[in-house]
T-cell receptor, first 113, second 113 residues
Framework: SAVISQKPSRDICQRGTSLTIQCQVDSQVTMMFWYRQQPGQSLTLIATANQGSEATYESGFVIDKFPISRPNLTFSTLTVSNMSPEDSSIYLC??????????FGSGTQLSVL | GENVEQHPSTLSVQEGDSAVIKCTYS??????FPWYKQELGKRPQLIID?????GEKKDQRIAVTLNKTAKHFSLHITETQPEDSAVYFC????????????FGSGTQLTVLP
């Protein structure tokens, strides 16, 4: 499995501001994803971070709200824009290894006041 | 698309007893079924997985069984210990891609000493 580092680990933000979350992997991986886990809920895929091209967003998520960058095969960022209290969640970076196996970063606990 | 239902939502067992968590899936084409364990405040961790060409897989105290005809799979934990207390998520995919994993709603397992 890959070692996935994510930061910040937690943040408290004001309504209307933006937060950028970073994800660094210790090896080159083809597939990188961003998930959201709302309090007490399951895991929801936000988007697939594509290296060198625009991310692929799942239904209900849009680029203007969750812009994603992936400049190379080991790094990605997710920005949560114009935040509201409803954006308070854990955001998880993840990578796909051997196509199916999914491994998660340590997560970013976001609280929006 | 795939739909995964997980039961029970909460489960309490005495230390040393066995715990069973069940999931059903809707897409008969699904062929990969991982289980994740998420301790409080930590990332989900892959603990065991099974492919559709196998009916059962064991790893020490944990095992997963798959019934393709009935479209359900189960996680079995024997000789439970307090450190098994966590939220467990099942998932399924039919595409052979981590991107298409659909997660269950989670089971909070509590092992009582």
């Amino acid at each position: 499995s890959a070692v996935i580092s994510q930061k910040p680990s937690r943040d408290i933000c004001q309504r209307g501001t933006s937060l950028t979350i970073q994800c660094q992997v210790d090896s080159q991986v083809t597939m990188m994803f961003w998930y959201r886990q709302q309090p007490g809920q399951s895991l929801t895929l936000i988007a697939t971070a594509n290296q060198g091209s625009e991310a692929t967003y799942e239904s209900g998520f849009v680029i203007d709200k969750f812009p994603i960058s992936r400049p190379n095969l080991t790094f990605s960022t997710l920005t949560v824009s114009n935040m509201s209290p409803e954006d308070s969640s854990i955001y998880l970076c993840s990578v796909g290894v051997t196509n199916e196996k999914l491994f998660f970063g340590s997560g970013t606990q976001l609280s929006v006041l | 698309g795939e739909n995964v239902e997980q039961h029970p939502s909460t489960l309490s067992v005495q230390e040393g007893d066995s715990a069973v968590i069940k999931c059903t899936y809707s897409d008969s084409a699904s062929n990969y079924f991982p289980w994740y364990k998420q301790e409080l405040g930590k990332r989900p961790q892959l603990i065991i997985d099974i492919r559709s060409n196998v009916g059962e897989k064991k790893d020490q105290r944990i095992a997963v069984t798959l019934n393709k005809t009935a479209k359900h799979f189960s996680l079995h934990i024997t000789e439970t210990q307090p450190e098994d207390s966590a939220v467990y998520f099942c998932a399924a995919t039919d595409s052979g891609s981590a991107r298409q994993l659909t997660f269950g709603s989670g089971t909070q397992l509590t092992v009582l000493p």
